[in-house]
């Protein structure tokens, strides 16, 4: 973006962060910061190095959530999720344990609160695919009690895997008319992680794929979506509510400068999934509603033998689906197939074709 749209935006940026910054430097100063909390997210590693990011915040004092709250309840929710104030350049220890060793970090957290981990292993991991604990302790700020802050995050470690899975999250897995922008909207903010729907046989489809042809696979399943880091408790939550096999999330940070970078989003994350499992061949799956086909076209040029088989769930009218068609054809004529699929039980009949699932794999062969 450049001209006067790129200065307007890049001047946005500094506003925000100088804002950013004075508010808590006043909160600090006059002894009105509020209690404070670390949200790690899962993080994804290999044998020897393991990644994990998370945020520090102010506790935005969000209300658990249940089938039978009410819209009223699901706003009030959503609007302190939005109104969280980050805490910016704080200070985390965390800490990694393991048969292999221990390992300690200090880092510090971005103008946003955001921090980056990266444990460089002196010695690999061993034994099958696993979640690792990192704990993760707050040195600066303290709180008014005087008390640092804690968490305990987790680092999936895929080994042995047959292949890995990267999937979208709107119009893929969630209910979320992204191409109704109204209807959107009024989903996101009236509804919680147990009343949003996912489309049926998700949760069964995706166990099969993370349990490979023999039932007896871990294979690893990521979630890259262009939504805000401040929905994934919310998302988070909805893959364990309904069932959906657990898997790193890779969101937003939703600003002035990086609004609008919805495939430079995807692809970046694509890219650096590719380049940390080298041995690993993909399945993408995403929607028509966005450039999900656009954006896995390009993955596979860029990346020739990477990419096993691509499911795009049709959500739009016949006029997109033409496009998908095309940029299927294409595909083809590189080996790789995408289909075009009305709804979940096509795609697992399509992919115990192509031996990735067990055959008739119980519940996610309905639509």
């Known amino acids: 973006m450049g001209g006067w749209k790129g200065r307007a935006v890049a001047a946005g940026g500094v506003l925000e962060g100088w804002f950013d910054r004075l508010r808590f430097g006043l909160k600090r100063r006059t002894g009105r910061l509020g209690p404070i909390e670390i949200l790690p997210y899962r993080g994804h590693g290999t044998r020897d190095a393991l990644f994990l990011k998370g945020r520090v915040l102010e506790t935005p004092g969000l209300a658990p959530s249940g089938a039978g709250d009410s819209r009223r309840r699901n706003l009030r929710n959503m609007v ?16 990694l344990r393991s048969s292999r060793g221990a390992y300690e970090l200090e880092v510090m957290a971005d103008n946003e609160g955001f921090f980056d981990l990266r444990f460089e292993l002196e010695e690999s991991l061993e034994g099958d695919t696993a979640w690792y604990p990192v704990e993760i302790e707050l040195l600066w700020p303290r709180t008014r009690e005087g008390n ?3 968490a305990m995050g987790s680092v999936l470690v895929p080994a042995g ?13 969630i209910r979320s008319s992204v191409t109704d922008l109204l209807k ?14 996912p489309f049926e046989g998700v949760a069964g489809f995706y166990r099969a794929l993370q349990l490979g042809p023999g039932g007896e696979d871990f294979n690893p399943i990521f979630y890259v979506s262009s939504s805000p880091w401040n929905l994934y408790d919310m998302l988070e939550d909805f893959l364990d509510v309904h069932g959906v096999p657990a898997g790193p ?13 919805h495939d430079r989003h995807k692809l970046d994350v694509i890219r650096t999934l590719l380049a940390t499992y080298p041995d690993l061949p993909f399945v993408l799956i995403g929607d028509s509603g966005e450039r999900d086909p656009e954006i896995y076209r390009q993955v596979v040029h860029e990346h020739p033998g990477r990419v096993h088989t691509i499911y795009i769930r049709d959500v739009t009218t016949g006029e997109r689906d033409a496009a998908v068609h095309v940029i299927a054809g294409e595909l083809r004529s590189h080996g790789v197939e995408m289909l ?11 992919a115990a074709g192509k031996g990735l699932i067990v055959p008739n794999t119980s519940s996610a062969s309905s639509k």
């Open 80 to 95: 302190r999720r939005f109104l969280s104030s980050e805490i910016p350049h704080a200070r985390v220890r965390a800490s």
């Open 148 to 150: 640092g802050a804690r």
């Open 161 to 173: 895997a047959r292949f890995g899975v990267i999937s979208d999250l709107d119009d893929t897995v």
């Open 184 to 197: 959107m909207v009024r989903i996101a903010l009236l509804s919680n992680a147990h009343t949003r729907l």
């Open 249 to 261: 999330l890779f969101l937003k940070d939703w600003s002035f400068t990086t609004v609008r970078d």
């Open 340 to 350: 075009l699929t009305a709804g979940t039980a096509e795609a697992a009949g399509h």
